[in-house]
Structure formats: C-alpha cells, structure tokens
T-cell receptor, first 117, second 112 residues
Framework: GAGVSQSPSNKVTEKGKDVELRCDPISGHTALYWYRQSLGQGLEFLIYFQGNSAPDKSGLPSDRFSAERTGGSVSTLTIQRTQQEDSAVYLC???????????????FGEGSRLTVL | KQEVTQIPAALSVPEGENLVLNCSFTDSAIYNLQWFRQDPGKGLTSLLLIQSSQREQTSGRLNASLDKSSGRSTLYIAASQPGDSATYLCAPRMDSNYQLIWGAGTKLIIKP
C-alpha cells in the first residue's frame, strides 16, 4: 500500500475484554514495530519484527500483550483482559529493512486509539 | 536506563519568530538521534536524523544540533509558520540495541 495502515482508528472497550489491533505495513517492508503512546508520554517500544527472525518482545508490558505477523506482512497486536491503564494510542511503523531503520527511514501509521472503560 | 526530557512541554509563539526546542538525554551511548513531528490524530514524520559523530544537520528552515557528551540536542526552527504547529518529538537511538527512546514532546503552536 501507499502507507502504513492501522485499524481500527478508534476502539472503545470495557475492562476485561480482549482487543485486536491491526497493522498493514508498506508493501515490501520487512521490519515492523509496535509502539504505545500514553497521554502526555513519549512512545514506548512494544515489539519488533524483522523478516522471518524471532520477534523482539522485550517491550511488551505484560503477558496480556501479544503480537504476531503472518506471512511477513500484516501484524496483529492482541491485548487480553484489558485494563484501564491500557488506554493509549498504539502506533505501528515499518522500515524496508534494519539498515533503513538505522538511517531513520521509519514510516508510521496514524495509530489506533484504545479507550478502556 | 536512558531517559529523555524535552523542554518546554508546550510553546506558543507568533508567526515569524525563530525558536529552539530542547532535548536532553541521560545516556550518551547513542548511535544517532532523530527529531519527529506529530500532527494531531496522525502518525509521526521524521524531520531530521543526526549521527552521533555529527554536530548538526539542516533541512530547510530546520536545524538540529547534537552535543553527545553533554546529552543535549536542539531543534532550531527559523521564521516559524502556522503550518509548523505540531508536537515535536526527540528520540535518541541506543548503541546497545538500536532502539529509539522517546521524549514526551514539545507541543508547538504558531499563532498567525
């Protein structure tokens, strides 16, 4: 696609429900990142996928969070048993490859705003 | 643990002014540093990347400086315009794992 696409753009859910957030990176981009941006805070790294390598999950805040990337393209971030502190904007970004990421060529989607009531 | 602070948190100035946004970081072991712009409800756009060996980088009306040893970077915006209104984020990239560590941003409003 022309850019990184995320859906839904807005999601309101009740505490305890599971949610899935989707990211469709730029076609051909092998590197995909998920970040979380809480109100008034900087972005927080969650997880990184590079090609077929095992993902770097070091930023996931708890075992309620998981992500997968099928076929090296679309990624889904799943939050189980949502809590109010999970409310944030979840941003996805992609790069052609790790070298491009290091050169700052990182392209962001518009984010999915999650509100947990 | 790297901590990134951006000052001021918010800034409102009249159109045409030159201004400086500040970013400080606690761990100088960085690979490079990026400045991003975030418009409301939009994703982030990279503005400038400055390598750890560089002192400054320029793009149009924007100039970023880096003093790695003192843990500081500044973004200078010349002749500000209303279209510059956005949140500006600073993010050093760590040497150890190449991950970006983000500041909370400076929300800039340029008044016509």
């Amino acid at each position: 696609g022309a850019g990184v696409s995320q859906s839904p753009s807005n999601k309101v859910t009740e505490k305890g429900k599971d949610v899935e957030l989707r990211c469709d990176p730029i076609s051909g981009h092998t590197a995909l990142y998920w970040y979380r941006q809480s109100l008034g805070q900087g972005l927080e790294f969650l997880i990184y996928f590079q090609g077929n390598s095992a993902p770097d999950k070091s930023g996931l805040p708890s075992d309620r969070f998981s992500a997968e990337r099928t076929g090296g393209s679309v990624s889904t971030l799943t939050i189980q048993r949502t809590q109010q502190e999970d409310s944030a904007v979840y941003l996805c970004a992609s790069s052609l490859a790790i070298g491009d990421f290091l050169r700052g060529e990182l392209f962001f989607g518009e984010g999915s705003r999650l509100t947990v009531l | 643990k790297q901590e990134v602070t951006q000052i001021p948190a918010a800034l409102s100035v009249p159109e045409g002014e030159n201004l400086v946004l500040n970013c400080s970081f606690t761990d100088s072991a960085i690979y490079n540093l990026q400045w991003f712009r975030q418009d409301p409800g939009k994703g982030l756009t990279s503005l400038l990347l400055i390598q750890s060996s560089q002192r400054e980088q320029t793009s149009g009306r924007l100039n970023a400086s880096l003093d790695k040893s003192s843990g500081r970077s500044t973004l200078y915006i010349a002749a500000s315009q209303p279209g510059d209104s956005a949140t500006y984020l600073c993010a050093p990239r760590m040497d150890s794992n190449y991950q970006l560590i983000w500041g909370a941003g400076t929300k800039l409003i340029i008044k016509p």
